[in-house]
């Protein structure tokens, strides 16, 4: 791990700067005339979109002025199956089935079972094969529209995979790989050919129809790399750059560094976790932003910026003027960092009440969301 702040598509830590990120990644600032867009488009903002949780872009205005056109695009997204699901995972997943949903629009997720088997020591293509079937039903249980969504697993469409991967990879040389991921000469060749799996996806529609059809990526901001060299490379194949659109981190439990780790089970809450142990992790691992004692705290107030329960609140309340009046009576002195936790708590036991009703649902599903490949 580098010193200091670090985010890659491997290692987030540290406190992230977002406008750092923006100018070193090259990325857009969502603006206002972006949000009127999309707004006139959907009918509706999502609160990620009102709230700034999801906050970059590349290209986002080409994508909604060829829908506006009548040039449908197609969304791209996935999951590296290595660990168990946790909340954060859930963020980029909601808003894409919004999108799919509000622009009836099909979904190609990508399940790339051979990278963190590539990049982890630890991890054999058996672990990975129960991580993989584990982290399917969370997506299912999304709700995502099987008819419109098309699972990807690398290894199990290798034959439809492999051939465009390999038109990526001819154009891609080792010294961009190096700069863009930080590689040695100790990384394996696999690593270095894993950004040519993930940028199939991006084209894949379009190279299998025969027709142009743009691309939309929602993702976390730290994946912008793999994105960034398909956007390079993916014109020189006669291919539309993928336009993407960012998110930032949910952070974890213990405060605003970094991003919430599968890793470190104190710091997260997985889709399997029970209410009581929501309970007990969020009473007692959620970093506050309130005071030292309650007469302190009602008469100076709680920080709603760095308190976690209230930044997760953001995330996960639906509705503005309820979380406007956490925020203010929080901010006041009004509401105690207990209430505030125990806000959340209600919140994540019935939103993880629905997700598990509907991942194991998700068991019997599974195959009507593989694609089916032709050849």
Not at 128 to 149: C, S, W, Y
Request: proline share 6%; with cysteine.
């Amino acid at each position: 791990m580098a010193n200091g702040p670090s985010v890659t598509p491997w290692d987030v830590s540290g406190t992230v700067n977002y406008d750092k990120l923006v100018k070193e990644f090259g990325v857009e600032r969502i603006d206002s005339a972006i949000l009127r867009q999309i707004e006139r488009a959907a009918g509706e903002l999502h609160p990620f979109l009102r709230r700034g949780v999801f906050f970059s872009h590349r290209d986002m205005n080409w994508v909604m002025n060829e829908y506006e056109k009548g040039n449908k695009f197609f969304l791209y997204t996935g999951r590296s199956p290595s660990d168990a699901v946790h909340i954060g995972h859930l963020v980029p997943w909601m808003f894409t089935k919004w999108i799919q949903d509000r622009f009836n629009v099909d979904l190609w997720f990508q399940f790339p079972d051979e990278e963190k088997f590539l990049f982890k020591d630890s991890l054999d293509f058996k672990k990975v094969g129960h991580f993989l079937q584990e982290n399917m039903l969370d997506v299912i249980a999304i709700g995502f529209d099987p008819k419109r969504t098309k699972f990807l697993v690398d290894t199990l469409h290798a034959n439809l995979m492999y051939k465009p991967a390999c038109e990526v990879a001819k154009r891609i040389t080792l010294s961009t790989i190096k700069a863009s991921f930080g590689f040695d000469d100790s990384a394996n060749i696999g690593q270095a050919f894993y950004t040519a799996m993930q940028s199939v996806p991006a084209f894949l529609p379009s190279y299998l129809s025969g027709r142009t059809i743009p691309c939309l990526i929602p993702h976390a901001i730290d994946q912008d790399p793999h994105f960034r060299i398909a956007r390079d490379v993916l014109p020189k194949l006669g291919f539309p750059k993928p336009a993407s659109i960012h998110s930032v981190f949910l952070p974890p439990l213990s405060g605003a560094a970094g991003k919430m780790s599968s890793s470190i089970p104190t710091g997260a809450i997985y889709t399997t976790d029970s209410a009581k142990a929501v309970q007990e992790k969020v009473m007692k691992h959620a970093f506050s932003g309130g005071q030292p004692t309650v007469k302190e705290h009602r008469e100076k107030g709680g920080n709603p910026e760095v308190d976690v329960p209230y930044q997760w609140l953001r995330f996960f309340e639906e509705d503005d003027d309820k979380l406007k009046k956490i925020h203010d009576d929080y901010q006041s002195g009004k509401m105690l960092t207990g209430e505030i936790k125990q806000v959340l708590v209600d919140l994540l036991v019935r939103l993880l009440e629905r997700h598990q009703a509907a991942r194991a649902e998700a068991e019997d599903k599974v195959n009507d969301y593989i694609f089916k490949c032709q050849e």
